[in-house]
């Protein structure tokens, strides 16, 4: 099986990427061998778009993903991030941009995906006190040196792409993006387009909401990270499922998965976006994946459009929103 692909920038990329995160941190516990499986059977059913950082874990996702593709690698289009700092124990050090650090950053993901490039390289967080046009400047250096081929930015604001694409061409902004979080449709989804920018949207799937999966707190692992977000806090998420009401209405009517549908809406936005959901076990990768096939007429993105207004989940999707959009 193979998947269609889309083009982010110039880096051509399965229509359906896989966000490794969860398999390592935020979402409660996970099993590496398990997490393996996954990753194969994605490469298999061809989502071959795979998206790591090295914070994730801390670090222990880049060595997952590396476990994973070692044998595969020649298949797989490869993102990671840099910028978000975290110590051996999971402490958080802040967010940097300054060369140095790119540099550093760079050799150390490399090493631990056991690669000798990265296809897609994000900045994951601005760094509000580096200049963006020296972030991006040593990253075009990794792109010289050979160990990247493509530069991103991730959850950047609609000036800093502009600032950032003039000193190297940046391939994608990866951003979260789904039904529920539509921000970015004001000013960055137009910058995107004038540069020819790709976009990758993390979350595509509401970080499980619109799923149907989640009705309450308690379905959460006391460890999930989605505990401390304002969206999930009791009224919010209350208000919130009465929407995902509305989606799986239209999923039952088409007989697919409120998800399929959450999915094939990011689809439908347009041939350069990618959804990136994550997932810890087979069958929810393969729910996913068959969501590429899934053709959502004009009625039904009207129908949705109406159930669910840009304006209308309530709740931040962070506790706290100041490193987004910088």
């Known amino acids: 099986m193979s998947l269609p692909t889309r083009t982010l920038g110039d880096l051509a990329v399965s229509a359906e990427g896989l966000g490794c995160m969860g398999m ?22 061809g989502v071959t778009f795979l998206d790591t950082a090295d914070m994730y874990g801390p670090f222990t996702n880049e060595r997952l993903v590396g476990t994973a593709i070692a044998s595969r690698r020649d298949e797989v289009q490869l993102a990671t991030k840099f910028a978000n700092v975290r110590g051996e124990k999971g402490e958080f050090l802040g967010i940097r941009g300054d060369a140095e650090y790119v540099r550093s950053a760079c050799d150390a993901s490399l090493q631990r995906l056991g690669v000798d490039h990265i296809d897609l390289y994000y900045q994951h967080r601005v760094d509000p006190t580096v200049p963006i046009e020296e972030t991006v400047g040593a990253m075009a250096e ?36 789904s039904l529920f979080s539509r921000d970015i449709e004001a000013e960055v989804r137009p910058v995107l387009a004038e540069l020819g920018i790709g976009l990758v949207a993390y979350s595509p799937l ?53 998800g399929q549908v959450a999915l094939g809406w990011v689809l439908a936005q347009g041939a350069d976006v990618v959804p990136i959901p994550g997932t810890k076990r087979v069958r929810y990768l393969e729910e996913n ?24 989940v309530q709740g931040d999707r962070y506790p706290d929103m100041s490193s987004i959009g910088r």
């Open 24 to 45: 390592s941190e935020f979402y409660g516990d996970s099993d590496d061998a398990t997490s393996i499986a996954v990753i194969s059977r994605a490469l298999d059913l």
């Open 142 to 177: 990794l792109v010289q040196a050979g160990k990247v081929r493509h530069l991103g930015l991730s959850e950047a604001g609609a000036q800093t792409i502009r600032r950032a694409h003039a000193v190297h061409p940046i391939t994608a902004l990866q951003s979260e993006y």
């Open 206 to 258: 509401g970080r499980g909401f619109l799923t149907g999966a989640v009705t309450s707190l308690d379905d959460l692992d006391p460890k999930d990270f989605r505990r401390r977000s304002p969206r999930f806090a009791q009224r919010a998420l209350d208000a919130n499922l009465r929407l995902v009401e509305q989606i799986t209405a239209l999923a039952t009517d088409k007989g697919v998965t409120a």
């Open 289 to 312: 994946a068959a969501a590429v096939d899934l053709e959502l007429t004009p009625d039904d993105l009207a129908r949705l459009e109406t159930a669910v207004p840009a304006d209308a």
